[in-house]
């Protein structure tokens, strides 16, 4: 068999359906086993959003997404997608080309040792230098990239190693089940949590899992104990249940803040502290923790757990939930969710441009509770973070890890190719979905009918907001725009333009009902991000 006939082999042995990617001279040995082998491949315009695509289609499926690039400048491109899908704990295979091991006529052009750049972004990368090697590295791959907690792996196939003839076979792929909590581990949780006077449950990405939904949601009815959502872990426990605290917003003291101060006990769930650092709920060190997790945690100064619960994460909760009696009220806990409630629902005030609150709300009015959102990374991103109510798991896809600017559009393109069933929405704001426009071509050219929302301030408004906290100078973050619903039609897909006279909702309500691609601008007044997250938030009391 070819080398590269049985590098795709492995690929369908693994489950790939999808691979997102960019080709160039040193794989079109790849592009052509990949032709005839049945997996759907995307290309893109960009290999960052490949690296993207594949990131959300890990997380969105807890199967690994593969991206690939050509060598060199291809490589270096797939660098962002690769990190964010490291540090959101997304599984994800990236593959790029080399040149030739044995005979390289073209010396150094383009030559970058990729394998060493790779090296500390990712869990594991590997150069393939023997085509008798490809089953066992494509097999390990997956299964680091798939083990707790799942992450990038990046493999090289260099182009006279693709072409060559090989005897080696696809090799079997193993299923791994995960295994169940140590019952002692359990019963002093369970002891802990009973004699505290206000346990509170942190819910983070790593519980973003349908049967750790049922389970969760199941625990906290029968105990009465209340949780709080990280920005990743929006949706885990609906937001119409009476136990949900909603979510964390701002890296800072924020609504939430009047639940958590007053715990003496955090359960952590999935937790991971690169999302939701443990000194914004944890500053004074006066809080005993249980962490349950499928893997072990890593040290902090402020994450030290007295008991962890270790293995699957649904087998721990319905354990726990098993060993603690009856159901107990939590009055703190109670008012912080009444007063939080009100905070989403007051109604946003008229103004045009609007203003974030009113963007949020109109959004949530459209979406059903299983639709999906995805946000790239601004100042919005807090406000939907904090305000918008989540009822269903990974249905508002962030990155509150890397936080990179530009994955908004390529993620939802792929929630989109995902959910056909569902409306998709992509979030993004003025700069963020400049970084990666080019991908409107890709929606339009596979006919995968995302809806885009551009939330547009001409600048760059979350970095607008922190300057003018530390007192400096308005300086260096405006810019000019394109009509992007002219943008847009310049790419075959619709164009929208929020006016003075429009309802957001309506246009919204216009743009899905097209069926196809479309792009909505939108002006924002983010007049209200200093008045909010340090005036407001500065002086935040909790009165109960």
Same mark, same amino acid.
């Given at each position: ?8 082999a492995q690929l369908k042995e693994e ?31 960009h290999e960052q959003a490949a690296a ?156 973003? =899992?349908?049967? &750790? ?7 906290? /009815? #029968?105990?009465?104990?209340? $949780?709080? !959502? ?106 912080? =969710?009444?007063? &939080? ?7 946003? /005030? #008229?103004?045009?441009?609007? $203003?974030? !609150? ?68 992509a979030i993004c704001g003025d700069g ?113």
């Amino acid at each position: 068999m070819k080398a590269s006939d049985l590098f795709v082999a492995q690929l369908k042995e693994e489950g790939v359906e999808y691979i997102f990617g960019l080709p160039g001279e040193e794989n079109l040995d790849l592009l052509e086993s990949l032709r005839t082998s049945g997996i759907k491949l995307i290309i893109t315009r960009h290999e960052q959003a490949a690296a993207f695509m594949a990131a959300t289609y890990g997380r969105l499926t807890g199967k690994p997404g593969v991206c690939f690039s050509t060598l060199g400048p291809g490589a270096t491109n797939l660098v962002t997608g690769i990190a964010q899908a490291q540090l959101i704990g997304a599984p994800l295979i990236s593959i790029s080309g080399q040149k030739a091991l044995a005979d390289n006529w073209q010396a150094r052009f383009q030559l970058v040792n990729v394998i060493r750049m790779m090296e500390p972004l990712c869990k594991h990368a590997v150069s393939v230098t023997d085509p008798g090697m490809i089953p066992t590295v494509i097999r390990n791959a997956f299964k680091h990239a798939e083990a707790e907690r799942p992450g990038a792996v990046h493999i090289e196939l260099p182009e006279d190693v693709a072409e060559e003839e090989t005897e080696a076979m696809v090799q079997k792929r193993s299923e791994i089940k995960i295994p169940y909590p140590d019952s002692g581990a359990v019963e002093k949780a369970a002891s802990m949590i009973c004699e505290a006077k206000n346990p509170l449950i942190i819910v983070s990405s790593g519980a973003n =899992r349908k049967a &750790i939904t049922r389970e969760l949601e199941d625990f906290v /009815r #029968k105990t009465g104990i209340y $949780l709080v !959502h990280t920005q990743m872990g929006k949706g885990v426990v609906p937001d119409d249940c009476a136990y949900s605290l909603f979510a964390t917003g701002i890296h800072a003291r924020d609504y939430v803040n009047c639940g958590i101060d007053g715990a003496d006990i955090i359960i952590t769930i999935g937790y991971d502290v690169v999302e939701y650092p443990p000194y914004l709920w944890n500053m004074a060190l006066d809080k005993q923790i249980i962490n349950i997790d499928f893997v072990e945690s890593v040290p902090d100064r402020y994450f030290n757990p007295t008991v962890e619960i270790i293995g699957d994460i649904a087998s721990s909760i319905r354990g726990l939930a098993a060993c603690i009696p009856g159901k107990r009220e939590f009055p703190n806990f109670e008012n912080t =969710r009444r007063f &939080i409630e009100e905070k989403i629902n007051t109604v946003a /005030r #008229k103004s045009y441009p609007p $203003l974030p !609150h009113a963007v949020v709300q109109n959004v949530r009015k459209v979406l059903g509770r299983e639709d999906i959102i995805t946000l790239d990374n601004g100042i919005y991103k807090l406000w939907f973070a904090r305000l918008y109510k989540a009822y269903a798991p990974n249905t508002v896809l962030l990155d509150n890890a890397l936080a990179t600017m530009g994955a908004g559009l390529p993620s939802g393109i792929v929630a989109k190719l995902l959910h056909p069933e569902r409306r998709v929405l992509a979030i993004c704001g003025d700069g963020g979905f400049m970084m990666n426009c080019q991908e409107l071509e890709t929606a339009v050219r596979y006919d995968i009918p995302v809806v885009i929302l551009i939330l547009n301030d001409n600048g760059f408004g979350f970095i607008k907001w922190k300057q003018k906290k530390m007192r400096f100078e308005d300086f260096g973050l405006d810019y000019g725009n394109p009509d992007f619903s002219r943008f847009a039609e310049s790419f075959g897909a619709a164009g929208f333009r929020v006016r003075e006279d429009d309802d957001l909702a309506e246009v919204l309500e216009m743009a899905f009902d097209l069926k196809r691609v479309a792009v909505i601008e939108c002006p924002v007044d983010y007049s209200v991000n200093y008045e909010t997250f340090s005036v407001e938030l500065g002086k935040l009391a909790c009165k109960f």
